[in-house]
């Protein structure tokens, strides 16, 4: 599903973050977003997501506008964010069991899932007690039980140990196979370099 | 969708306790003051106790309101629902049934102290109670939500949620107050039905308008 | 100033500046219906038309407030941000000379009357429509914020006036405002009309003051 952004804008403060900013993405594209801090890349996930309003312009996946007030077109795009994004006084379990109900899917195999990416041991802990790397972990098990055609990942390998980021990875690279659509934000252009097709480099206004 | 909301709230309510407890407590410690600070003129208790029935609960749902959508800050956890194929109206309505649950759970806990430590009499209708409380206390979290999702995001939100309700909520506490102190004096319902209308007209009013302006209100 | 640079605006203010002056010398000069009150009694005819002018404003910010919801159009966050602190004036005139006509007209300073109190609920649902616009975050957002309280603000007050109105029957009675007005003669009609037209000037002045003020400001 390709993802289209026409003549965006959005200030805040006053201060413009994006100024009639386009771009174009194809289905399966994976594209890498650099940029210094406060260029917007996380803005501009966020925007895409639907978390975060437009002041003008247009964010289009497929046919359908992502910030009109039809919530019809985030059923296909998962924003994986560097915040938690999750209930810590819920389990695990019971965050994936609720984020995978708002997009109608089946929550049976979540424990499978978990025990994948190693979070099997800790699925019925309160959030408030995982580590960094373990919400990484959770957010990773997120995306895939959401399987969704485009994925927005902010820093993903934040606070991941070895066997994480090789996770992750490899995740990636099934996603990649089944021709999903990613946008990833990083500051390790090495990695960007290496693991997308494109990277786009974001300037401060 | 809407009961997943809901459930969800509840479930989390349900490990912690921490919403109900608190607006109990505090009602509680109102009730205290109040039966203190009216000790000079007993008489005249019965007389306003319609009225500081009606400035607990508002006060105790400001309270209640704060704390129930400090859970979808924490952790910007609602970037899971924002992000998410979900009508954001349902979502309101979702926090005005958990609003709703939560503050009439607080209120059948302080009213029985409240009338005893104010030595009221209970010689009315426990239904017709029961419809006031249900009915005066939607209205006060119809709007309510709406302000806490205004304030959701914003700087000084503890202050702005009572600046903004109090004055917002004024015809809920003048027309649930008139009804408590009609059904106090045992009138019939015809003749405070009047009352009755205007908080379900503000229930209504404030409902239909939270649902369809939250989806704006809730975007960073 | 840039904006009195231009002619039109010049002009504009000198039709205001000339009607307030005729305004006010006829309320001045006028014989008072009621020699009790002097020329306190005349206070009348600035209080309503000021009032009629304050809820109109306030209507104003209501209207521009769904415009900026469903057009995204900064102009009219800034034209109900030039209602809402215009109106806010007016108000507090309104909320000024209430008390200064109510005292010799009723004796006492503050009447609960049903449109003076819906007023006072207002204002201060407006005091807090400027803290959320002062202390709220980013003005981007709180733009967003600000256009649901100024349409939550009117969307109260037929509530508020019903509630308040039937709250106190006994203040319902106006025999003071009979004695302005006698079939034979229609100049106090006429009066209260141009009182209001010449506000209505004066007004639209100072909001295209305002906004022409907000829009240097963010141009900036």
């Known amino acids: ?69 039809d919530p019809d077109p985030r059923k296909n795009l998962y924003y ?44 019925d802990k309160l959030v408030k007690f995982y580590s960094q790397g373990m919400l990484q972990r959770l957010k990773l098990a997120t995306a895939i039980i959401l399987d969704p055609d485009i994925l927005l990942l902010d820093e993903p390998l934040a606070g991941l140990d070895v066997d994480g980021i090789k996770l992750f990875e490899s995740v990636i690279v099934e996603w990649n196979e089944l021709r999903k659509t990613m946008i990833i934000v990083s500051h390790d252009s090495d990695w960007l370099r290496t693991n997308t097709d494109r990277i786009i480099e974001l300037k401060q206004c | 969708m809407l009961i997943h909301f809901i459930l969800k709230d509840l479930k989390i309510e349900w490990r912690s306790k921490e919403i109900i407890t608190s607006m109990f407590i505090f009602g509680l410690s109102i009730t205290l003051i109040f039966a203190l600070a009216f000790q000079v003129a007993p008489m005249l208790i019965r007389t306003f106790a319609p009225g500081l029935l009606w400035v607990v609960i508002l006060f105790t749902s400001v309270l209640g309101l704060n704390r129930l959508f400090s859970l979808e800050r924490e952790e910007h956890a609602m970037w899971s629902w924002t992000s998410a194929p979900v009508d954001r109206g349902i979502v309101y309505i979702s926090k005005v049934i958990s609003a709703l649950f939560f503050v009439l759970m607080s209120e059948i806990l302080f009213i029985v102290p409240f009338f005893i430590f104010l030595n009221l009499p209970a010689n009315f209708s426990f239904f017709q109670f029961s419809l006031i409380l249900f009915l005066g206390t939607g209205a006060i979290v119809s709007v309510g939500c709406l302000i806490s999702g205004i304030t959701l995001q914003a700087g000084l939100r503890d202050v702005l949620i009572p600046i903004l309700l109090f004055p917002s909520a004024s015809p809920v506490a003048i027309a649930a107050t008139k009804c408590t102190e009609s059904l106090f004096d045992q009138k019939p319902m015809t003749e405070w039905n009047f009352w009755f209308l205007i908080l379900g007209s503000f229930f209504v009013i404030f409902g239909l308008f939270g649902y369809m302006v939250f989806n704006r209100i809730v975007e960073e | 100033m840039t904006f009195f640079n231009h002619q039109n605006n010049l002009i504009h203010a000198a039709i205001a500046a000339a009607l307030s002056a005729i305004n006010i010398y006829i309320v001045l000069s006028l014989e008072p219906p009621n020699l009790a009150q002097g020329i306190f009694g005349n206070i009348f005819y600035i209080h309503v038309p000021v009032a009629w002018t304050a809820f109109l404003l306030y209507l104003c910010v209501m209207i521009s407030g769904i415009l900026f919801l469903i057009k995204k159009d900064k102009v009219w966050d800034r034209r109900g941000l030039a209602f809402a602190e215009v109106g806010t004036i007016f108000m507090f005139l309104v909320l000024t000379t209430g008390p200064i006509w109510a005292k010799p007209a009723w004796g006492i300073f503050w009447p609960w009357e049903p449109r003076l109190t819906t007023s006072l609920i207002l204002f201060l649902i407006f005091l807090g429509y400027f803290m959320l616009r002062e202390f709220g975050g980013n003005p981007e957002q709180v733009s967003r914020y600000a256009a649901v309280v100024g349409i939550l603000a009117f969307l109260d007050v037929p509530l508020i006036f019903l509630s308040v109105k039937f709250w106190l029957p006994e203040m319902q009675s106006h025999p003071q405002v009979g004695q302005y007005f006698d079939s034979a003669n229609p100049l106090p009609t006429y009066l209260l009309i141009f009182s209001f037209l010449s506000l209505l000037v004066v007004s639209s002045l100072m909001i295209r003051l305002r906004t022409n003020i907000l829009s240097m400001k963010e141009a900036n």
């Open chain 1, 1 to 69: 599903m390709n993802l289209q952004v026409t003549n965006l804008s959005k200030s805040f403060y006053y201060s413009p973050v994006f100024q009639s900013f386009s771009l174009k993405i194809e289905s399966g594209e994976k594209i890498g977003l650099s940029g210094p801090n406060g260029s917007g890349k996380t803005t501009l996930l966020k925007m895409i997501s639907g978390i975060m309003s437009i002041d003008s312009g247009e964010i289009r996946i497929g046919e359908n506008d992502v910030n009109s007030d």
């Open chain 1, 80 to 123: 994986l964010g560097h915040s938690v994004g999750l209930y810590p006084s819920l389990t695990g379990h019971e965050n994936l069991a609720f984020i995978s109900g708002l997009y109608g899917k089946t929550s049976r195999n979540i424990s499978d899932i978990l025990i994948k990416v190693k979070l099997g041991s800790v699925q």
